[in-house]
């Protein structure tokens, strides 16, 4: 076992030692290649990313569709369904697999045992059952201490699209989790990854293509997750859509779009050679001094980030008050700071009536960036509260409950507003924040310095005592050196939206036709 890691290891190395110029075509764009590689290996910060696999919460209800489930040994049959391949950006339907997961010596000795409908027939008792794997590969567990359990099963080959070649069967292991609220859900996860070296601009990277959070079929598709690696820095933040493939990504002065061949063995990134437009947030006819704003902009094929520089090497962009990006209608998903006011739109999702019932429909794209006039958010649009329940015309029976969930909207752009929040002051001085521990050492290091100026002041005044003077000085001046060196070191740079903040909630009245308030309070923003 050693050694066949240690020959896959420099199998590793001499990959990533091999020529990374890569090959040119007619379009400005060079083509890299890619190898693959286990995504269990996949290094720090990567390995949550692309071997967390898409998951799906397991209820105890069978699915309605199903129409023929095996006969289950335990009472405690955990079921669900999950929908494969499935992207971000693109509301594509996949194909829905049901499965059902059984404890074979009977309830509560873990489920071992996963039924999985491989040709979504509705038949479960047709495909071979998976079991759970004795012993999994090494980093096929995943380390989150907010996991209780996990059992790996045996991989399954699923048929997913091959660019217009047909289908090819993936490999894909099914992991299940229990966490620290005892809800039970079902990962599926990619067991390879491709990994290689790139060079744009100048700068070397090490690119690795996989899948982040969703199977999105083989690697061309737009939802396959591209890192591109700085300095071996695998500590990537979370939870930013840059790793996308569709994402347009600028390094320099230069966009740069990118695709992949099916088996993912082939990486080209080409410079975007479009018009630019500008994208700038401000406030109509209200006195704010600073208007900022970061996230992403996109349509139903790429991503673009929006703002300044990123805050990391590879991370999302620090908040700017206007930025160029390339020319097109888009959606966002974008933090917005108005002097010390926070705000958080993205795509509305809900509807009359229905709770997230948009959530794989098609966005507006009312953000339009056109290259010969600037697209501002200005907020000039009459904010719309949607009603998620009641929906228009629901009655209730005497005595009965009535939930209500509003949202406010922005029905131009079709965005809505999912917090509002103060900053807190101490954090909007600058972009660079002082570590709390070290709030009171500044006025000790400032004191320290104006009592080291003056001891040494007096050192040339008082000639007679000036040696024990200057040993005081000395070591007024150490100390002072010192405390300014750790408070410099307590200097850590911190994009705004890290920055901790004060919600603001709606206050709601609920009244009857005649005026009568039948209740009365704050409510959250969903």
Sequence with gaps: MHLARGFAAAAI?????????????????????????SVFDAPGGLHPLLASGQSVLCTQSPDPNVHCYPSFVSQAVLYGTIEMPRGFLVPERGQVHAFALDESAGAGTGHDRLYFD??????????????KLPAPPEGAVLKDDSIRHQTCFESVRVPLLYGEQGTRAMEIMPRLTVDEQGKTRLAFVTTTARRGRVDIAGRTYEAWLGHS????????????ALCLIVDGNYDVPKGWMAYQLCTLRRIGETYYSFSATPAGDRLTARPYTGELGTFQVQPAGHNVRSARVSGMLASDRVIVAVGGPPVEPYGSPRPASHCRVPVGDYWGCLDIWLDDLYANVMPTTHADGGLRARLRASHGRGIQIRADKPFVFDFSNRPQVLFVSPSVGERISVGGELPVYAVLTDPVLDLMFIDIARVRR????????????????????????????????????????????????????????????????????RSFAEAEHDSVSPLVTIARSNGEIVAQGSMPFY
């Design 13 to 37: 190395c001499l990959v990533l030692a091999a020529d990374a110029r890569g090959d040119r075509d007619g379009s400005g764009g060079r083509t890299f290649e890619l190898q693959e590689v």
């Design 118 to 131: 491989l040709d979504c027939d509705g038949d479960l008792t047709d495909d071979p059952p998976l079991a």
């Design 213 to 224: 959070r969703c199977v999105a079929g083989w690697f061309d598709r737009p939802s396959t």
């Design 426 to 493: 101490d954090y909007l001085s600058s972009e660079v924040f002082w570590h709390r521990d070290y709030r009171l050492a500044r006025p000790a290091v400032a004191a320290g310095i104006l009592v080291s100026i003056f001891l040494w002041g007096v050192s040339v005044v008082f000639r007679s005592k000036r040696r024990g003077i200057i040993r005081v000085a000395c070591a007024t001046t150490i100390l002072a050196t010192a405390g300014a060196l750790a408070f410099a070191l307590s200097l850590r740079e």
